[in-house]
């Protein structure tokens, strides 16, 4: 909310949200709220959607003082390798108009051409068509 205030109080065209899907899954569990709560209020100032998976927060400490490393959080997997709700969001990515870019970190990347038909069939068999144009 305070990127969204920030691009209205600018009130450019030129300026938008870059919305980090993997990054608000992280922050949405850290919150105990759903993704959707948490980016529905601005999707009306998104202008690019920022595509990949993780294991959402993890609970469990994940270093010696008992924090949580966010490098390990954010795994940058391949959509449906986490715990995303790929079937949950479909409809909003669908609706909107921002191209998606899709990155997966090169240990878990397959081919470009794999990727796009796994990510576009993902999508497609919760029901929900995106534009395979938007993907690239």
């Given at each position: 909310?305070?990127?969204?205030?920030?691009?209205?109080?600018?009130?450019s065209?030129?300026?938008?949200?870059?919305?980090?899907?993997?990054?608000?899954?992280?922050?949405?569990?850290?919150?105990?709220?759903?993704?959707e709560?948490?980016?529905?209020?601005?999707l009306?100032?998104?202008?690019?959607?920022?595509?990949?998976?993780?294991?959402?927060?993890?609970?469990?400490?994940?270093?010696?003082?008992g924090?949580?490393?966010?490098?390990k959080l954010?795994?940058?997997?391949?959509?449906?390798?986490?715990?995303?709700?790929?079937e949950?969001?479909?409809p909003?990515?669908?609706?909107?108009?921002?191209?998606?870019?899709?990155?997966?970190?090169?240990?878990?990347?397959?081919?470009?051409?794999?990727?796009?038909?796994?990510?576009?069939?993902?999508?497609?068999?919760?029901?929900?068509?995106?534009?395979?144009?938007?993907?690239?």
């Amino acid at each position: 909310m305070v990127l969204r205030g920030l691009v209205n109080r600018i009130g450019s065209e030129r300026i938008g949200i870059c919305l980090d899907l993997g990054h608000a899954h992280i922050v949405a569990e850290l919150r105990r709220t759903s993704l959707e709560a948490l980016i529905e209020p601005v999707l009306d100032s998104v202008t690019l959607f920022h595509a990949h998976d993780n294991l959402g927060a993890r609970w469990q400490p994940t270093n010696a003082e008992g924090g949580i490393d966010p490098l390990k959080l954010d795994l940058h997997l391949p959509p449906g390798q986490g715990t995303l709700p790929w079937e949950r969001l479909a409809p909003r990515l669908a609706g909107h108009d921002a191209p998606l870019v899709l990155e997966v970190h090169p240990p878990h990347r397959p081919r470009a051409d794999e990727l796009h038909r796994a990510f576009t069939r993902r999508l497609a068999e919760r029901g929900q068509a995106l534009a395979t144009a938007r993907l690239r």
